[in-house]
């Protein structure tokens, strides 16, 4: 609605460097939709779980504003997994979408967040059976957290998965 576009791009050494640290703003760029989608469950009684890898937040990001600006005000937890602490990059702006907020960071100092595998600080945080889920990372991350979550017992139906 304010013709605002975010870019999230994951730095791999050499690959991102063009983009990352040889621009400046006014620098053209061209984009392209990402293939791929991951809708919104329908409004329900359930909660949602919202479980986002690395850069897999911007998706995340898009989807629960698109829910709190349709009105839909179901409870929703978020768990933001990152490699190390500084991969959380965004939580501010993350944090004021209306949403309970986990982050978890796999290596290094995680203090103050929670420290460990994404798949297992969630599980390790409640039980999610009754909720709807959608997952958004690497191929390796949503696997892992599907297999997690089904192995406590969540439906397969309720999980929704993107990868990237």
Not at 28 to 41: F, K, Q, T, V
Not at 92 to 103: D, H, K, N
Not at 131 to 151: F, H, K, R
Request: proline share 8%; glycine share 12%; charged share 20%.
């Amino acid at each position: 609605d304010d013709y605002v576009i975010e870019v999230h791009v994951q730095v791999f050494d050499g690959v991102t460097d063009d983009l990352v640290k040889r621009t400046a703003v006014g620098d053209p760029i061209r984009l392209r939709r990402a293939g791929g989608g991951l809708p919104l469950p329908p409004p329900s009684e359930h909660a949602l779980l919202i479980v986002a890898g690395g850069v897999g937040i911007a998706p995340m990001k898009a989807l629960l504003t698109k829910l709190r600006q349709d009105g839909d005000e179901r409870l929703v937890h978020l768990f933001w997994g990152v490699r190390q602490r500084d991969g959380l990059y965004d939580l501010e702006a993350v944090r004021s979408l209306g949403a309970t907020v986990v982050p978890a960071v796999a290596e290094g100092p995680a203090y103050p967040y929670r420290s460990g595998a994404l798949p297992s600080v969630v599980v390790d945080h409640g039980d999610w059976r009754p909720n709807d889920v959608l997952i958004a990372g690497s191929p390796q991350m949503v696997s892992g957290t599907i297999d997690v979550l089904t192995a406590h017992g969540v439906p397969r139906e309720h999980i929704s998965a993107g990868d990237l």
